[in-house]
């Protein structure tokens, strides 16, 4: 009777996460089906998008910053440095800020359906990770136009993008979970974006934290995205391996993150539908 009763609790719940990836893949199929629907570029736009902006700010800032940078990024490593961390940045920004209203977003479904309601904030961080390989051509484009030759330690990426994808589920179910409760999370979460672009060595280089106070530098190396960066411009500029430190950091925010994530939505997800 134990081993009938068993064998059904296994049925049940391999079941479930068999229902769980079908609306995953579907949810994400979807989106994707939006995103480019009257589109004349579609897809393309993930390829030119980066590489506009790449354009635009490589221009800008090779100009404004070129007296003051160290010579460790070089006029031509610059564009890869900029894309790089561009298209990188834009995976967290994108998902956490379409994860934030998920649930949200899904109240109607959530009335009709019995889901386990993580699999909405976890469906874009998937779809963010599906433009970002749109957008790897772009920087594949840029190594190629720079005769930049790719290396083995390329074979790292997907080590990288597992944590990334990680910290980015974690934040995105902390926020999602919030936003039901306090729907002011959804402006004040731009605000942190755009103070966080700017901590954050995208378009500037890492020489200038050198130069900053002590505590400022701190700050600046605990930062998550920029040991995600730096760990991704190691595998596509400057053809290393990332340090044992630097390796260290990424997967201890990605383990903080969808800790603190899945315990806070796991508490309150039977609360959501009081609130949506």
């Not at 605990?222 to 400057?238: E, H, K």
């Amino acid at each position: 009777m134990a081993d009938t009763s068993s064998r059904s609790t296994s049925t049940h719940a391999k079941t479930g996460f068999q229902k769980d990836i079908f609306i995953l893949k579907q949810l994400v199929g979807k989106d994707f089906k939006i995103k480019y629907r009257r589109s004349f570029l579609g897809v393309a736009w993930s390829v030119l998008n980066p590489l506009l902006m790449m354009i635009v700010m490589a221009i800008v800032f090779t100009t404004i910053f070129a007296q003051g940078r160290n010579g460790s990024i070089t006029p031509e490593m610059y564009p890869l440095y900029l894309i790089v961390g561009n298209v990188t940045f834009a995976v967290m920004s994108d998902s956490t800020s379409q994860a934030l209203s998920s649930i949200i977003q899904a109240s109607s479904l959530l009335k009709k359906v019995k889901v386990h309601r993580f699999v909405f904030p976890v469906q874009k961080v998937l779809f963010s990770l599906v433009n970002f390989a749109f957008s790897l051509i772009a920087v594949a484009i840029v190594m190629l136009w720079f005769h930049v030759v790719p290396t083995w330690h390329l074979l790292l990426l997907p080590v990288c993008l597992i944590l990334l994808m990680f910290f980015c589920m974690g934040v995105g179910l902390l926020l999602s979970a919030a936003t039901v409760f306090f729907r002011d999370v959804m402006h004040l979460w731009s605000v942190v974006l755009t103070a966080w672009t700017y901590f954050t060595p995208i378009f500037w280089t890492t020489d200038y934290i050198l130069k900053m106070p002590h505590i400022l530098r701190v700050l600046m190396y605990a930062n998550p995205m920029y040991n995600y960066l730096q760990f991704m411009r190691d595998i596509f500029l400057f053809q290393t391996c990332p340090t044992p430190l630097e390796f260290g950091l990424c997967v201890a925010w990605a383990v903080i993150a969808m800790a603190i994530g899945y315990t806070v939505f796991h508490k309150n997800e039977h609360k959501f539908i009081l609130y949506i």
